[in-house]
């Protein structure tokens, strides 16, 4: 009712939202933050309350552009000033009166429009400041590169390089301390690290051939050179950008071990930011086409500067290159690509719309941001969500919502109920830990679990980029998303991988299966108690010959339902082929009843009047030693020994059963097998 009234006040002059509780009021401003000019909010709701709204929008900054209004029947002094203080523009008692919400609502908007236009002339004078710095700082230093015969990528290919090795090294040590205004300030003052060869003669700059050692002299100046140019800026000097220009114009060619050059530095007395900008100014030298030299591969860069040959850096920042050596080429390449692409778009897109201030422009342009993601996330049929950690939500794409039954908006999504239905407890842990074991350099997350869709559980790929403050330590904060449903295939798959391991008739593993299974197992447990039974169904061709082989497959099918339930969930069950089974397990002291009573099992009935009977070949590792050979030979050999006394029973195999073999191996060979063995053992002297 309290809705109604107000949106009757001011449905004429305004466009009216309603939300029937605080959680759907932040759904609610999660899409439209940027369009909603004002938010009259109650203390008192349902699900979430007045508070813990201004909570959320303290948190996602929304209160900065969206005033807010609180309407409430909450007159106590401390709920007001709770209000206040966390950020609420002004307070209007319940039962209210119509002319003073007009009045209100009107100035407040007035007031935050003229407090816009402000911020947005203030971001247009940064702005343009910014990219005129950023401007002059490319010319100059592409007038160097230019006049040393070199392609202007050098400059944005040693900020790149260095940014990322920035990022590495935060995120491996806080030895030195490093922050993101670091970051971001030493990546643009290595733009200016070679500023002092403008003073350098050009015939030796582009000298083709190697420099003497007096030109070389020469060269090496410009790092004295570009160093006093920084001092010679007396009104910049307490400004931080001059300040670290120097080290690195000054220093980005001294080395770890104190051999370079101009002052000798030695290890941690050069400072970092030079240390960096020389390891990135060799790696892209290395790698670029050079007057007197042609480029290098990236693998011979990185091997080169790995074995020293250019001289000795700081072993953390060598380790930084090789955590980063595989990808490092394919992130300068399209680091550099996507930058080139994102100004050209952008520059086309403000020249097109002239008539707009910056900051209006950028208003339009987020709007068609968001405008073309939302197409797109409709359209792309995936489960797109993001998580905050504080307050505990997770939104959800419209699509996706739908999808899963689930609201756009839901509180505290690891411990809810209504999630639960979707992803189990255990996948949900593991999700959660794989996003909190990220770093802000290496965020993403691929997690494959089944999610309970319509009644179903199909697999699905959840690919999940972790959010970190920029705070120091960076804060896990969250994460953005999206769930793509890989059932079909994933089914496939598994029916592939298991038509691969498993016979087809029974479900049991097949023997190769089987015999690299236990192969691993002896390997690993070489002094394990270990046992291998050989399965024999006794009287199979009569089955067959009498019913038929359909009968035939249903009595195998039978005896490997049998075999199933009389072993444990570790032992290993396999079908060898044709009517023989292998049984292997591992056993703690007798042996004799664990076999007698698998055997039991095993005849203990009958398929369709057709009684099952079977007789098993049993050895242990004890006696034949771990090698899964050897037990197979030794376990058929006592199999042998069963069907000659009568079949229907079990045996063990023992050493009587090893001479008969070893007499049977003997008589097998053939008459020149045997005359060629005698020579060979006179040729030995034996």
Not at 599 to 608: D, I, K, M, Q, V
Request: with cysteine.
């Amino acid at each position: 009712m309290n809705r109604s009234i107000l949106a009757d006040m001011l449905s004429d002059e305004y466009e009216i939202i309603e939300a029937e509780d605080g959680q759907e009021a932040v759904e609610v401003l999660r899409k439209y933050e940027s369009e909603i000019d004002l938010l009259l909010l109650d203390i008192v709701m349902p699900n979430m309350d007045g508070f813990e709204v201004l909570e959320v929008m303290n948190q996602n900054r929304w209160i900065d552009d969206v005033p807010v209004i609180m309407i409430s029947a909450e007159t106590a002094s401390t709920h007001v000033e709770r209000a206040y203080g966390l950020g609420c523009t002004d307070f209007i008692n319940r039962p209210f009166d119509a002319l003073v919400v007009h009045r209100r609502v009107i100035n407040t908007i007035l007031l935050y429009g003229k407090q816009k236009k402000l911020v947005g002339l203030l971001a247009d004078q940064i702005y343009e400041k910014e990219q005129q710095n950023a401007m002059m700082i490319e010319i100059l230093s592409n007038i160097v590169e230019f006049r040393n015969g070199e392609s202007g990528l050098h400059v944005r290919h040693v900020r790149l390089l260095t940014e990322m090795l920035l990022d590495h090294l935060m995120d491996k040590t806080d030895r030195y301390g490093l922050t993101r205004n670091d970051i971001v300030l030493i990546s643009n003052a290595s733009a200016l690290h070679d500023i002092g060869k403008i003073s350098i003669p050009s015939e030796i700059l582009n000298k083709p051939g190697r420099l003497t050692k007096e030109e070389f002299e020469v060269m090496k100046s410009h790092t004295v050179i570009g160093g006093q140019m920084m001092d010679d800026l007396p009104d910049y000097q307490t400004e931080p950008l001059v300040k670290v220009a120097r080290e690195i114009c000054r220093w980005h060619h001294e080395r770890y071990d104190g051999r370079g050059y101009p002052d000798g530095l030695e290890g941690e007395s050069i400072p970092i930011a030079a240390q960096i900008v020389a390891l990135a100014d060799v790696y892209d030298a290395l790698t670029s086409a050079r007057v007197y030299k042609p480029p290098f591969s990236h693998e011979k860069a990185v091997e080169m500067i790995l074995n020293g040959e250019c001289g000795v850096f700081n072993p953390l920042l060598l380790e930084c290159l090789t955590d980063m050596a595989d990808t490092l080429d394919e992130k300068l390449t399209s680091s550099a690509q996507s930058d080139r692409i994102e100004l050209r778009s952008v520059a086309e897109e403000l020249h097109r719309h002239e008539e707009l201030s910056a900051s209006e422009r950028t208003l339009q342009l987020l709007e068609h941001e968001r405008m073309k993601f939302s197409f797109f996330a409709a359209m792309s049929q995936e489960i797109q969500f993001e998580y905050t950690t504080t307050p505990p939500m997770a939104s959800l794409n419209a699509w996706g919502a739908e999808r899963t039954g689930l609201k756009e908006t839901v509180m505290d999504p690891v411990r809810s109920a209504e999630v639960r239905k979707i992803i189990s407890q255990n996948d949900m842990d593991g999700l959660v830990r794989a996003l909190r074991s990220t770093t802000p350099a290496q965020p993403v997350v691929r997690y494959e679990c089944p999610l309970n869709i319509g009644g179903e559980a199909r697999w699905s790929r959840i690919i999940a980029r972790a959010t970190w403050s920029a705070d120091e330590p960076p804060r896990y904060t969250g994460a953005i998303g999206k769930a793509t449903d890989i059932h079909d295939s994933r089914m496939k798959l598994e029916k592939l991988e298991r038509e691969a391991t498993h016979d087809t008739l029974t479900g049991l593993l097949n023997h190769a299966a089987a015999r690299k299974q236990i192969q691993t197992l002896l390997e690993e447990y070489p002094k394990g108690s270990f046992a291998m039974a050989i399965v024999d169904l006794d009287h199979f061709k009569s089955a067959n010959d009498t019913y038929g082989h359909m009968f035939g497959d249903q009595v195998l099918k039978y005896l490997a339902g049998k075999l199933r339930e009389s072993i444990r969930g570790a032992d290993i069950a396999a079908r060898v082929g044709g009517d023989e089974f292998l049984i292997f397990l591992e056993y703690h002291g007798e042996l004799a009843p664990v076999i007698e009573r698998i055997f039991s099992a095993l005849t203990s009935g009958s398929y369709e009047n057709f009684p099952i009977s079977v007789s098993m070949g049993v050895c242990r590792t004890e006696k034949v030693g771990c090698n899964y050979e050897s037990l197979f030979h030794a376990a058929d050999q006592a199999l042998y020994a069963v069907k000659r006394s009568g079949r229907g029973s079990f045996q063990f195999f023992d050493q009587t059963m090893q001479d008969m073999q070893d007499k049977l191996s003997v008589s097998a060979i053939s008459p020149i097998d045997s005359e060629g063995a005698q020579e060979a053992g006179h040729k030995k002297g034996e």
